[in-house]
C-alpha cells in the first residue's frame, strides 16, 4: 500500500522503480495499492502509474526482439469440433534488424586511439586482447550490447574497480593491485534515479552473478553527492525467483565508495531516436519501437506463404455414407493431415444420388504471391528502422548500378551517422572515465587527459577501397594533406600524423599504410 494504511508511510517513484525493476527482472509480481494517494501532499511524486508505460513498452519490444509476442504470435480457431491454438509462423525480423545495426556501429574494425601510449596501452594493450578492453572482452560484448540497446531502448557499461582499497569512511585509496571490470546492461537492467534535460545522472544496476552454482543478484547504487559520485554495492540470495535476504559483499568490494570526483563511474548509449513516450526518465526507445505494425506485416505475409504450404497438401474428400469412425462418429476437420485415419466402407458405394464418392482438392499454393507481399512488408519494415527500402531482399539475383546501390543507401548512410554520434560519445565517455579511475587508483603514469578519437568502421555503408583512392588522388592533386589522410585513415592524431611523416618523405605504399612492403 502506497501510502500506508495506518502508518501514512510513502514509498517515493525512484524507490519503487528499484522494487519493481528488481521484482520484474526475477519474474515476482508486484500489485501496489494507490488507494489513498489522493490523500498524500505529494501525491504527484508517489503515484506508480507514470511507470507503467515504461515497463510495457520494454517487456514488449523484449518479445518482438525474441521473435514471438503472445496477443498477436498465438493464432486461436475452431476446427468444428473444438477451439485449438498454434503459434504464427514468424521471421523474427525484430532481431535481425537490431543485429544489423549492431554490426554496423560496433564491429571488427572499430577502434580507440589515445595520443598518449602508455595510456593506450592501459585501455587496449599491446594487442586487441591486451588492456582493460582485453580483460573485459570489451569489444565482443559492446557488439552484443549495441543488439541490445537496439531492442531495449538502453545500455549501460558500469565501471567497477575490484580489489580496491578503501578507507575507514569510504574513500577509494590508490592501489596497483586494484583492476577494473565492465559490466554490460540493457534497458531493463537499468533503474533511473535522476536524469536531467534527458540526461541520466543518477541510477542503479542490476545484474545476475553466480558464486559457486548460487545464483545472487548484485545491485549497484550511483548517487551523486554534494560533487562527487558515491557507489553503494549490494547483493541478494536468489532461489526459485524469489528474493532472499542481503548477503555479504565479496572480499575486494566495499558497500559504500566515495570516488572523490563527479565523473560517473557508468555510462549510458540510446539509438539516435527521440523517444516519444512520457515520463522515460532519459531512457531511449527500440530502434522498431515506430515500426510493430510493420514487424506484424511481415509474420502475417511470411505465415500465410508457410500456411498455404501446410494446407496446399493434395486432399480427398468422402462421401459421408463411405465413412465409419473406428472410435464412433467422429468428425474429422480436412486440414488435419498428420492424423492416420481408418474407415469402414459399407457394402454398396452407391448412395443413391449420382455424384462421385471420391474427389480430390489441389489447392494452388501462391508462392510467387506470397513472395511479394513478404518483399513489400520487408521494404516498409527496412524504411521504418532506418535501413532504406532496399536492405533486404527476399529476391535476391539482380545485380544493381553503383549509382542505384548508392541511391538506396542513403536513409541508411544518414541515419548510421546518427548513431554514430551517440556511440562515439558513449566510447568517448567511457574511455575518458577508465583513463581518469586508471591515474587515479591504479596507476598513476597513466594520462587522465590524454586526447582520445573513435575511428568506426564505414565499409558497410560506402565503398571504402573507392574513398581511399578518391582521398590518394586528392593529396596528389594538392587538395588534400599528408597528414590529413593518416588522421582520417588511421585515426592518428594531427601531431602524430605530422611526426610520422617528418621522419621523411614517405612512398605511395607507406602512405596508404603498406609498410615494409606489406599489401
Not at 459421408?320 to 488435419?336: H, I, Q, R, T, Y
Not at 462421385?356 to 506470397?370: G, I
Not at 556511440?423 to 587508483?441: N, R
Not at 568502421?457 to 560506402?462: A, H, I, T
Request: proline fraction near 3%; charged fraction near 25%; glycine fraction near 8%.
Amino acid at each position: 500500500c502506497n501510502p500506508n494504511n495506518p502508518t501514512s508511510s510513502q514509498i517515493d517513484r525512484q524507490s519503487m522503480r528499484i522494487i519493481l525493476d528488481t521484482c520484474k527482472e526475477k519474474g515476482i509480481f508486484v500489485m501496489v495499492d494507490e488507494t489513498y494517494v489522493e490523500f498524500s501532499e505529494k501525491a504527484d511524486e508517489i503515484t506508480s502509474i507514470p511507470l507503467t508505460n515504461y515497463y510495457n513498452n520494454i517487456s514488449v519490444w523484449k518479445d518482438w526482439w525474441k521473435g514471438f509476442h503472445e496477443p498477436f504470435h498465438r493464432i486461436t480457431f475452431e476446427n468444428g469440433e473444438k477451439r485449438k491454438s498454434r503459434d504464427m509462423y514468424t521471421m523474427k525480423m525484430a532481431k535481425k534488424v537490431c543485429e544489423d545495426w549492431a554490426s554496423i556501429l560496433i564491429n571488427d574494425k572499430t577502434f580507440v586511439k589515445v595520443d598518449d601510449e602508455y595510456s593506450e596501452k592501459f585501455i587496449v594493450g599491446d594487442t586487441d586482447n591486451g588492456g582493460v578492453f582485453g580483460s573485459n572482452n570489451f569489444w565482443d560484448q559492446a557488439n552484443d550490447l549495441m543488439e541490445k540497446m537496439m531492442y531495449s531502448g538502453t545500455c549501460a557499461v558500469v565501471i567497477r574497480l575490484k580489489n580496491a582499497v578503501v578507507s575507514s569512511d569510504g574513500r577509494l585509496l590508490p592501489s596497483p593491485d586494484a583492476w577494473i571490470d565492465l559490466n554490460y546492461l540493457e534497458a531493463d537492467r537499468i533503474i533511473v534515479l535522476s536524469s536531467d534535460n534527458g540526461i541520466i545522472t543518477e541510477a542503479a544496476f542490476c545484474s545476475d552473478i553466480c558464486t559457486k552454482g548460487s545464483n545472487k543478484l548484485y545491485l549497484e547504487i550511483h548517487r551523486l553527492e554534494k560533487g562527487e559520485y558515491v557507489i553503494e554495492n549490494h547483493i541478494f540470495g536468489i532461489k526459485d525467483k524469489s528474493l532472499l535476504s542481503e548477503e555479504p559483499l565479496p572480499d575486494g568490494v566495499a558497500r559504500i565508495m566515495h570516488t572523490g570526483s563527479d565523473k560517473p563511474w557508468f555510462t549510458i548509449c540510446k539509438p539516435a531516436i527521440v523517444n516519444p513516450i512520457n515520463g522515460n526518465n532519459g531512457m531511449g526507445c527500440a530502434v522498431f519501437a515506430g515500426a510493430i505494425d510493420n514487424l506484424k506485416g511481415v509474420d502475417l505475409a511470411y505465415n500465410n506463404l508457410n500456411s498455404d504450404f501446410w494446407l496446399g497438401q493434395k486432399k480427398v474428400f468422402l462421401n459421408k455414407n463411405m465413412l465409419e469412425d473406428m472410435s464412433g462418429d467422429k468428425k474429422v476437420a480436412p486440414d488435419e493431415v498428420n492424423q492416420q485415419l481408418f474407415y469402414y466402407i459399407g457394402e454398396t458405394m452407391d448412395d443413391g444420388t449420382g455424384k462421385s464418392m471420391v474427389q480430390e482438392h489441389n489447392p494452388d499454393l501462391r508462392v510467387a504471391d506470397n513472395t511479394a507481399g513478404i518483399q513489400a512488408q520487408l521494404d516498409y519494415l527496412s524504411f521504418k528502422v532506418g535501413f532504406g527500402t532496399k536492405h533486404y531482399q527476399f529476391n535476391a539475383g539482380s545485380i544493381v548500378t553503383a549509382t542505384q546501390y548508392t541511391g538506396d543507401k542513403q536513409d541508411l548512410i544518414q541515419n548510421a551517422h546518427k548513431n554514430f554520434i551517440k556511440v562515439e560519445s558513449f566510447l568517448h565517455g567511457l574511455v575518458k572515465t577508465l583513463l581518469w579511475i586508471g591515474h587515479s587508483f591504479i596507476d598513476a603514469q597513466v594520462k587522465e587527459d590524454a586526447h582520445i578519437s573513435i575511428v568506426f568502421d564505414q565499409s558497410p555503408l560506402v565503398d571504402e577501397n573507392a574513398e581511399r583512392q578518391r582521398d590518394k588522388d586528392d593529396v596528389t592533386a594538392g587538395l588534400m594533406q599528408k597528414w590529413e589522410y593518416r588522421v582520417k585513415w588511421y585515426g592518428e592524431s594531427e601531431e602524430e600524423a605530422k611526426a610520422r611523416l617528418a621522419d621523411g618523405e614517405p612512398t605511395d605504399d607507406e602512405l596508404m599504410g603498406f609498410e615494409d612492403g606489406e599489401e
